[in-house]
């Protein structure tokens, strides 16, 4: 079965770090570019980083940019977010997805999802 | 950064009808467009990538069209199932932009 788990979520304070994790299951892993998309609270759809397959390609919303950090281990089928620096404007439910290609830059759609892990940021 | 508008933010249908959402982009995107269906407490499910192309496994009533600047999603006969949020997805260029969705309910 195709399937991508998100962990690591949870309580954190403003100022303070967490890191996301999201294995991938069902799927040849390396072939494949990946993104973080989170959605705040009864809001909409937020895209957050994305990663190529081979690490080669990286960007970020101008949201996160400077504090959060995208990174994979391709021999552990795992992708994660460092998140440092963490706003109260931060907490939402954070969705691991699989891109239909293998660049960043290949302009395809996400076509695999994960369920989420929500990350609260509050003192 | 490119802005979608997806219009309207909610609508109320009935079983039956052909249901029409629009996503429009600030600047042109081409095709590079995509559809995702989110019920609640679900993840989104992708519908229609390339503006028109359907994701294997997606029902047949659904279809998407448009290039450039304005796109629209049809539903061409609501099931009890179709009700749910709806949102688009420019990929043309970064930072990747969703619109602020379009929530189907029952009439």
């Known amino acids: 079965e195709v399937q991508l788990v998100e962990s690591g979520g949870g309580l954190v304070q403003p100022g303070r770090s967490l890191r996301l994790s999201c294995v991938a299951s069902?799927?040849?892993?390396?072939?494949?570019?990946m993104h973080w998309v989170r959605q705040a609270p009864g809001k909409g759809l937020e895209w957050v980083s994305g990663?190529?397959?081979?690490?080669?390609?990286?960007g970020y919303a101008d949201s996160v940019q400077g504090r959060f950090t995208i990174s994979r281990d391709n021999a552990q089928r795992s992708l994660y977010l460092q998140m440092n620096s963490l706003r109260a404007e931060d907490m939402a439910l954070y969705y691991c997805?699989?891109?239909?290609?293998?660049?960043?830059?290949?302009?395809?759609?996400?076509?695999?999802w994960g369920q989420g892990t929500m990350v609260t940021v509050s003192s | 950064d490119i802005q979608l508008t997806q219009s309207p933010s909610f609508l109320s249908a009935s079983v039956g009808d052909r249901v029409t959402i629009t996503c429009r982009a600030s600047?042109?995107?081409?095709?590079?467009l995509a559809w995702y269906q989110q019920k609640p407490g679900k993840a989104p499910k992708l519908l229609i990538y390339?503006?028109?192309t359907l994701q294997s496994g997606v029902p047949s009533r659904f279809s998407g069209s448009g290039s450039g600047t304005e796109f629209t999603l049809t539903i061409s006969s609501l099931q009890p199932e179709d009700f749910a949020t709806y949102s688009c997805?420019?990929?043309?260029?970064?930072?990747?932009?969703f619109g602020g969705g379009t929530k189907v309910e029952i009439k």
């Open positions: 390339a503006a028109s």
């Open positions: 600047q042109g995107i081409s095709s590079y």
């Open positions: 990663i190529s397959r081979n690490s080669g390609s990286i």
């Open positions: 069902g799927f040849t892993f390396d072939d494949y570019a």
């Open positions: 997805a699989k891109d239909m290609g293998q660049w960043v830059t290949d302009r395809d759609a996400f076509d695999i």
């Open positions: 997805q420019q990929l043309n260029s970064y930072p990747l932009t």
